[in-house]
């Protein structure tokens, strides 16, 4: 496990070297065999990419964070913009690879059709706040929104895709597992429920007329710190490099482990 590892960041660290040789090269060939001045071109040199992580082997890009930035915008609400919004996106985007990547190596990547994923999304442009304005329910309203935030539709419905796919990979893995009790559905009700009620000053439903629902409620509770957990482990576990220090911290090394990585 320990080589294994150690290839890995050897090899991370090698495509890093390597892209920014082949850069590096770029700007050198630039300098020893200048262009002649043109009027009104910018002659500083472009950095097209650059990598910024490495999952398990797996390269991630400026490039692909942008991409989740961009995504961000379908669900404004679980990404919310402000103070450490690029950090978030990034743990986002991580999250999303190690999931896939456990997807593929245990085959439980589900089919989904394309009217699925249609059907989903005409749900989806009713939930966005800003889809009023743009009137996603229209073709033409739903393109505006696209080209807006920097999507076309081809991507949007290929993420979005993915999406259902990881939602049903996680519904199957954690999901089906837990049981939610008559207690704890009482106690929250009890302590929860109700008093939510009285602080509006309103008569809540009884019991029975609301289990099913804080049944839900306390499952999803369960699925999201199973998930956490799980998501923890496959960083502790994994070899995760982390370029940019603002995006996050990689993954303590193997070699250092106190077990001596036994």
């Known amino acids: 496990m320990v080589l294994r590892q150690r290839y890995l960041r050897a090899a991370a660290v090698s495509v890093w070297f390597t892209i920014t040789s082949a850069l590096l090269c770029v700007e050198a060939q ?34 692909d964070l942008q991409s989740e930035e961009d995504m961000a915008a ?27 990547q456990q997807m593929q190596s245990q085959g439980m990547v589900k089919e989904v059709s394309n009217e699925e994923v249609e059907k989903d999304l005409d749900a989806l442009k009713k939930q966005i706040p800003v889809c009023i304005q743009y009137q996603c329910q ?26 259902m796919q990881i939602l049903s990979f996680i519904d199957t893995r ?9 207690q704890e559905i009482a106690e929250y009700y009890n302590k929860t429920f109700v008093p939510q009620f009285k602080s509006q000053m309103d008569k809540p439903p ?4 609301v289990s099913d629902r ?3 409620v306390l499952l999803q509770q369960h699925v999201t710190l199973l998930l956490q957990d799980w998501l923890k482990s496959l960083r502790d576990q994994g070899s995760l490099i982390i370029l940019d220090p603002s995006l996050g911290q990689s993954n303590p090394s193997p070699d250092n482990d106190d077990d001596g990585g036994a």
């Open 30 to 63: 630039s300098v020893a065999n200048p262009s002649p001045p043109q009027q009104g071109l910018n002659s500083t040199p472009v950095v097209l990419d650059r990598v910024i992580a490495v999952v398990n082997g797996d390269v991630l890009l400026q490039s």
């Open 138 to 163: 229209t073709d033409a309203g739903w393109a505006k929104f696209l080209n807006a935030h920097n999507l076309t539709s081809e991507e949007v419905n290929e993420r979005w895709r993915q999406r």
């Open 74 to 100: 379908l669900q404004p609400l679980s990404v919310p913009a402000g103070k450490g919004f690029e950090r978030r996106v990034a743990e986002r985007l991580i999250n999303r690879v190690l999931i896939l």
């Open 206 to 209: 009884p019991l029975d007329a």
């Open 174 to 182: 954690f999901r089906t597992g837990v049981r939610i009790s008559k």
């Open 214 to 216: 804080i049944a839900e």
